[in-house]
């Protein structure tokens, strides 16, 4: 069968092209002056020149992919172009599901390594579990060298359809078969909702990202914690990059009055602009104090959130200072890739936009690398941002990020040790292996809980062996100081394999000393809830409503 061909353009239809387009009023289009049309003759005779003399046959998709790349890398850092496999998985980050079978796994030794069922999902009912080692897919060995993109490929695919694996168990001999169907697995905003303090009331949400169902699972989450008792609300938005606009304005809506100006935007075209007012709804959370927690990682949609609280006095704002992206973006899709383009800046209730300067940056790297320097700015630079009032006059600081109320640092470092016992899943075979000789047939959290879970002397002896044969070495005075960490992270781990995420989590903060001193702030935030002025009636023609229909990105 006759494939059609691609056609390839040479030099001299490359820059007629150019030529006709701006002939027939393509620079009109672009609202070019003579100074755009002249520099658009320079980029086709470059290219024309190019493509005639370079030493070799030069790849015409290269070169207008990195010119494209490079006039966008002269605006701002997160203008940029996504090739077609780029915005797709994009697209998918924010979707609100996704369909497949429904593991978290890692590859090891060229196997695809089961770390949990995901629950309620096809794996989870088949009874696949933890330490199981997928092998085969539809009666085919696993490619050498295999990375994460192979294995979604192999094991997402549409609903319905049907995938085959033959596993390795510990304790079986012969492989396992399963056949699975797949089905939709969903992504969840906010993975982890629970009662952290119930003497006090404390709900705590741990919202990850800012997708097309946050809003949504937030009134779920709230709506069962304050059924458990929730006076007071904890919401930890660290390593949150971001995410849709419209979500984070939903957020906001659920936790200010009626009337508030939540959040605005600002543009050179007139659909750029627009200004977001909370609404009139029955199942807000007014009345209890909040205290956001936030970090480096912290940016465009979480900083949106966190700035509207801090603005409004509705919250208190724990750790240390944000990314700093105040920019909005438009998706654009092309035919070939997915533009985003920064179309606004976004302004706090206050006024702030926290963009951080990027025009000191040759390169995007750096400009990353640059909001994780110092967990806070020194006083000489935050002398130099501008300063702005809270509803209730407390000063706070644009340019640069979110400056949290309360400065509390990250956490100590981990020692080498410990960062190879994580790295290399030190604890992973041990943990599967005490789980299957353990006959327990239902594991408890009370069976995990801190200074109830311990060791023998001779169960100390076979784990630091299992950790030594991962290639994690260390000697007896190391071993000795390790030892809590060490008991830690099993506990987390046999949890993980018996009692489901939400358990391990809770495993997992209990030396989390941002959280732990975020939960004593709260007589602060009680205290600025109580006192925060509460918004005057505001009819603004033109604004918008609180959740606007998605039209922006990060």
Known sequence: MNQPRRRSFGPFAIAMALSLLLGFGFARVLSATDDLRANLDLFSQVLYTVQNNYVEKPDNEKLIKGAIDGMLKTLDPHTQFLPKQRAQAMDEQFRANYSGIGVQFDIVDNKIVVLSP??????????????DKIVQVDGKPLKKNLVNEDVFKLLKGPTGSLVEVDIERPGVNDLVHFQIERATIPIESIPYSYMIDPAKGIGYVRIVRFAATTGEELDKAIASLRRQGMKRLLIDLRSNS??????????????????????YTRGRIESSNSDFYSRERDDKFLDGGIVVLVDHGSASASEIVSGALQDTDRGLVVGINTFGKGLVQNQINLDEGKLLLTVARYYTPSGRCIQRDYTKFEDNADYQADAFK?????????????????????T?????????????????????????????????DYANARVQKSGVAKWTP?????????????????????????????????????????????????????????????????????????????????????????????????????????????
């Open 118 to 131: 995901i629950e309620n999902t096809p794996a989870y009912r088949l009874g696949i579990r933890a330490g």
């Open 242 to 263: 971001g995410g849709l606009l419209n979500q984070a304005v939903d957020v906001l809506d659920q936790l200010l009055p009626a009337q508030q100006r939540l959040v």
């Open 374 to 394: 110092e967990e806070i700015p020194s006083d000489s630079a935050l002398a130099t941002r501008p300063k702005f009032k809270t509803a209730s006059g407390r």
């Open 396 to 428: 706070v600081y644009g340019g640069g990020g979110i400056y949290p109320d309360v400065i509390v640092h990250d956490s100590a470092k981990l020692t080498q040790p410990e960062i190879d016992m994580i790295t290399k899943r030190a604890f992973f």
């Open 446 to 554: 009370a069976m995990l809980a801190k200074g109830t879970f311990t060791l023998d002397d001779a169960s100390w002896s076979e784990l630091r062996g299992a950790i030594q044969s991962k290639g994690v070495k260390m000697n007896d005075s190391t071993w000795t100081a390790e030892k809590p960490f060490v008991l830690h992270q099993l506990r987390i781990e046999l949890a993980s394999q018996t009692l489901g995420s939400l358990e391990r989590y809770r495993i997992a903060v209990e030396d989390d000393t941002q959280l732990a001193e975020a939960l004593r702030l709260f007589p602060r935030a009680d205290a600025l809830v109580a006192a925060m002025p509460r918004p005057k009636p505001v009819v603004k023609p033109g604004s918008a409503p609180a959740v606007k229909p998605r039209t922006t990105q990060r």
